[in-house]
């Protein structure tokens, strides 16, 4: 996955696949995003405690698939 250009304007040269369990907060918890995600096809999983490092492991795996190409 290949994103250039400026502004909100990208070009994709593939698409990758994943599942993503976000894991609830209980209640009086301040809301978070923390999960699994597992790229699909590669059996890959990754736990992830907050949205910047859920986005390092996409940026991670997009860099990936592009030495792949």
Known sequence: MDR???GDTFVTTGYGY???KLRL???GDPP???????RLGTADRRNFEDSEELLRLLSAWAS???KMS
């Open 64 to 66: 990936d698939a592009t």
């Open 32 to 38: 978070t995003c923390a999960g699994m995600i597992e």
């Open 4 to 6: 250039r250009g400026e």
């Open 25 to 27: 907060a209980t209640a």
């Open 18 to 20: 994943f599942v993503l």
